[in-house]
């Protein structure tokens, strides 16, 4: 029992669990993003190369 106590208490994992969520959390977020706009953000690039292209 004193051995799950101290497993308990211990926090010496803590910051690099919350370091991984935060990753975890803008990659979803980064996903999304992409997932939303991926299209329109695509297209915008293309037109500007065709622009540039044509000068």
């Not at 101290?6 to 993003?33: C, H, N, P, R, W």
């Amino acid at each position: 029992m004193p051995c799950l106590k101290k497993l308990l208490i211990d926090e010496s994992g803590q910051g690099l669990v919350e370091y991984g969520l935060i990753i975890l959390l803008m990659a979803l977020a980064l996903f999304t993003t992409l997932k939303l706009f991926g299209d329109k953000v695509r297209s915008f690039f293309e037109n500007t190369a065709e622009e540039i292209s044509s000068l």
